[in-house]
């Protein structure tokens, strides 16, 4: 299974948009033959809490684990994450963090306990 965390500032994302947001990553999971399911969490950051460059974020985190994947793979699907977000929320490409991480046992086994 594939996970994915997104963490949003609050109000600039409707929660019916969201609900497309997850339809259309896990549509990108599959056809990318990643997994079969997603397992989602939204982190909603307070209004005010959030900043980037000195000022109130507009930005998103979008954080998709997956199996260890070649990099001419990872970018396509970068891409189409980054698209897919802009078109469903009216954000700008620099308003968007995407990354896709390899999760392999051995990255689990190294992890560190905070």
């Known amino acids: 299974m594939v996970q994915c965390v ?3 500032q609050e109000g600039q994302i409707p929660d019916d948009v969201v609900g497309r947001l ?3 990553i896990t549509d990108l999971v ?3 033959q990643l997994a079969d399911a997603v397992e989602f969490a939204v982190i909603v950051v307070p209004e005010g809490q959030g900043w980037t460059a000195g000022a109130p974020s507009t930005t998103s985190v ?3 684990t ?3 994947i070649p990099q001419e793979r990872r970018v396509p699907l970068l891409h189409a994450l980054c ?3 802009m078109s469903h929320t009216g954000c700008k490409a620099e308003e968007i963090l995407a990354t ?3 999760v392999s046992q051995e990255t689990l086994d190294a992890t560190v306990p905070v």
């Open 100 to 102: 896709i991480m390899p």
């Open 83 to 85: 698209d897919l977000w």
């Open 66 to 68: 997956a199996p260890p």
């Open 6 to 8: 997104c963490f949003l």
């Open 22 to 24: 997850r339809a259309g």
């Open 62 to 64: 979008v954080s998709v």
């Open 30 to 32: 599959r056809s990318a």
